[in-house]
C-alpha cells in the first residue's frame, strides 16, 4: 500500500482531485479503500491454517497498535477477531475465494 501523501506525489493530483477520481471510479476515497484492502489482506492471513497463522507482532506489520486492529476489525466484522475467528462463516469463505 502506499500512503495517500505519496499517491499525490506521483500523480501530481491534489488531494481533493484525487479523492473525486476515487470516489467516481472505485465509489470510496483513497483512505477508506485503504483500509478495506488492508483488512482484507489481514483476513487473509488470520485465515491460514494453524501452522502457518501470525503472531500478535505480525498485525504491527498492519496496524499502528492493537486497539487500532481492533477497532477496525470491528469496524468491518461487527465482531472483535476472537469471536469471529472462531465461528465458521460462510461470508469469510467467499470473501477469501476473490
Not at 497463522?53 to 506489520?61: A, F, G, Q, V
Not at 492493537?66 to 472483535?80: D, G, M, N, R, V
Amino acid at each position: 500500500l502506499i500512503q495517500i501523501n505519496e499517491l499525490i506525489d506521483i500523480t501530481g493530483y491534489s488531494k481533493k482531485h484525487l479523492e473525486r477520481l476515487f470516489l467516481s471510479n472505485v465509489g470510496v476515497t483513497p483512505k477508506v479503500f485503504s483500509r478495506i484492502y488492508r483488512f482484507y489482506d489481514l483476513y487473509k492471513v488470520l485465515n491460514l491454517s494453524e501452522e502457518q497463522k501470525m503472531t500478535l507482532d505480525k498485525i504491527y506489520d498492519f496496524y499502528y497498535d492493537y486497539s487500532h486492529f481492533i477497532k477496525e476489525f470491528k469496524s468491518f466484522s461487527e465482531l472483535p477477531p476472537t469471536q469471529l475467528l472462531g465461528k465458521s462463516n460462510e461470508f469469510g469463505k467467499i470473501f477469501l475465494s476473490r
